[in-house]
C-alpha cells in the first residue's frame, strides 16, 4: 500500500530555514506529482507546493512563493521542501501528498516558528 513518511519538522525562529523530507513507497514514485500541504490550528488544509512526476513543473501557493522550494529525487523516492525565511504564520503541520487512486496523505510533521 501507499506509504508516505515526512521528516525535517521542529520549532525554528522567525526569519529562519528548515527543510522537509517525504519518502514515498507502495507505487512508481517517479510517475506521480507530489505535493506538500499543510494545516494550522482551527484553519483548512491548504496546498503549499506541489511538483510534476519527472520534475518539470512546480506550483505555490501565494504565501509561500519566494520563500519556498519544492524538489524531488525520484532516485530516492523523496520529495522535499526548503522553507527559508519562516514566519509564526508558517506554523502548521505540513503533510505530504500524492494521487494514486485516492488522495494519499502521510502522517504529517509540525512546524514551529516561534520566538
Known amino acids: 500500500q501507499v506509504q508516505l513518511v515526512e521528516s525535517g519538522g521542529g520549532l525554528v525562529q522567525p526569519g529562519g530555514s528548515l527543510r522537509l523530507s517525504c519518502i514515498g513507497s507502495g507505487f512508481t514514485f517517479s510517475n506521480y506529482a507530489m505535493s506538500w500541504y499543510r494545516q494550522a490550528p482551527g484553519k483548512e488544509r491548504e496546498l503549499v507546493a506541489a511538483?510534476?512526476?519527472?520534475?518539470?513543473?512546480?506550483n505555490y501557493a501565494d504565501s509561500v512563493k519566494g520563500r519556498f522550494t519544492i524538489s524531488r529525487d525520484n532516485a530516492k523516492n523523496t520529495v522535499f521542501l526548503q522553507m527559508n525565511s519562516l514566519n509564526p504564520e508558517d506554523t502548521a503541520v505540513y503533510y505530504c501528498?500524492?494521487?494514486?487512486?485516492?488522495?494519499?496523505w502521510g502522517q504529517g510533521t509540525q512546524v514551529t516558528v516561534s520566538s
Open positions: 501528498s500524492t494521487f494514486h487512486m485516492t488522495r494519499q
Open positions: 511538483m510534476a512526476s519527472f520534475g518539470g513543473s512546480t
